[in-house]
């Protein structure tokens, strides 16, 4: 079970969003905060696992409540904003920030962001289990292999659907054990290293061949649903695929 914190300034929306989270049986606690200092105050005696926190704020912005959170050691972060300001986004991706909500709330987009997180969770607990067989796959060194092999199927497969389970039966490893391995030496997950390589070659194409497609350039990179493609693009790029081929477009024609 999981503990979640919710950071917002406005009434209705902070009692909106614990009702609408409240249907996830997961977290064991939520708790609401009326501001940054609100929220660091409640922190000395309940530290979440999770913290949902608008950007705007009276006393101290959500940006700034994230650094301090993280000296406290919570690691997990939604950000809600009703401005879509790229200087935002950028600052909230450089404080691993796992998702960036415009407000209002698309009670979709926040679900989808809940079970990732919840996902996240799970692998990790069924990791730490695994956690005593690291010796059976060799040292240092040799689990530096496991990641390079890792890497290097992704970039050699990035173009169709491919999971960690695939990748673990490939190198003949437990899949748990891969994702361990994963999130211990890069600090990141499989997901993110898909997709911001996915995300890179993609640059590369608009770059290449700004007269494609958008839709083309998201099948090439291997998502069938562009929707999906324009969404991961923006979240680490700060900006869409559009935007980045006008961009570039632009820097050409100078």
Known sequence: MYKLMIVDDEPIILNGLR???????????????SDGIDALEKMNTFKPDLLITDIHMPEMDGLELIRQAKVRNVDRFIVLTGYDVFDYARQALRLNVIDYLLKPIKKDELYDALERIHQDWETERKAGSVDALAYSYGDAEEQQNHITKCLSYIQNHFTRDISLD????????????????????????FVHHVSTFRVQKAKEILERRPSLALDQVSRNVGYEN???FYKVFKKYEGTTPGEYRSQVTGQLSL
């Open 226 to 228: 562009p929707r999906h």
């Open 166 to 189: 695939e990748v673990a039966e490939h190198m003949g490893l437990h899949p748990n054990y891969l994702s361990y391995l994963i999130k211990k030496m890069t600090t990141h997950s």
């Open 19 to 33: 009702h609408m989270i409240g249907k996830f049986t997961w977290f064991s606690e939520i708790v609401g905060a």
